[in-house]
T-cell receptor
């Protein structure tokens, strides 16, 4: 079992629709959770972070966390063609003074006109 | 505010040669991380510095990889000698060393553009 699992996609949604991206993680000790967006050939760009159960909204993005189910999701409302990218779920495990992100393989999102 | 910068952006070397990658973190960020993505795989953690100290180097593949962060500012990652399987994109990231509840909890890491390493 992978530590962080994502459906690789592609997830295809029409412009203006809601895109729903999901992620599960295996380590219950994980403390913080992130969504990165990565355009082809570019570096990961942090778009959302969430630390406690529930929803967190920022503009068109909503992150949802359910620690009991070990599940994180990202909703993108009013999807735009510019949202077409790979979305990486990352989970942070902090041990003492050391910290590291564990990434999923990413979900490729395609927003169609 | 300048972001994380990495040099070079691309490097093509022959098997057995040495390559040194450089990362300059965001100014004031005590935490510096190296990650690697090989083709078709997820981004994987290599190591974590707090200032000049290595906190966790559990992800370093083997002793051909050496990371340094003298003075707690920029970092270098040296691969010597390079092997074919070392090809990939090497990312550097940095974050604040903030405390919440006594722990470095809010660890938002910001990534550099990466160095694409090709070993022939």
């Amino acid at each position: 079992q992978k530590e962080v699992e994502q459906n690789s996609g592609p997830l295809s949604v029409p412009e203006g629709a809601i895109a729903s991206l999901n992620c599960t993680y295996s380590d219950r000790g994980s403390q913080s959770f992130f969504w990165y967006r990565q355009y082809s050939g570019k570096s990961p760009e942090l778009i959302m972070s969430i630390y406690s159960n529930g929803d967190k909204e920022d503009g068109r993005f909503t992150a949802q966390l359910n620690k009991a189910s070990q599940y994180v999701s990202l909703l993108i409302r009013d999807s735009q063609p510019s949202d077409s990218a790979t979305y990486l779920c990352a989970v942070n495990l902090f041990t003492g003074t050391a910290s590291k992100l564990t990434f999923g393989t990413g979900t490729r999102l395609q927003v169609t006109l | 505010e300048a972001g994380v910068t990495q040099f070079p952006s691309h490097s093509v070397i022959e098997k057995g040669q040495t390559v040194t990658l450089r990362c300059d973190p965001i100014s004031g960020h005590d935490n510096l991380y190296w990650y690697r993505r090989v083709m078709g795989k997820e981004i994987k953690f290599l190591l974590h510095f707090v200032k000049e100290s290595k906190q966790d180097e559990s992800g370093m593949p083997n002793n051909r990889f050496l990371a340094e962060r003298t003075g707690g500012t920029y970092s270098t990652l040296k691969v010597q000698p390079a092997e074919l399987e070392d090809s990939g994109v090497y990312f550097c990231a940095s974050s604040h060393y903030g405390l919440a509840g006594g722990k470095n909890f809010y660890n938002e890491q910001f990534f550099g553009p990466g160095t694409r390493l090709t070993v022939l």
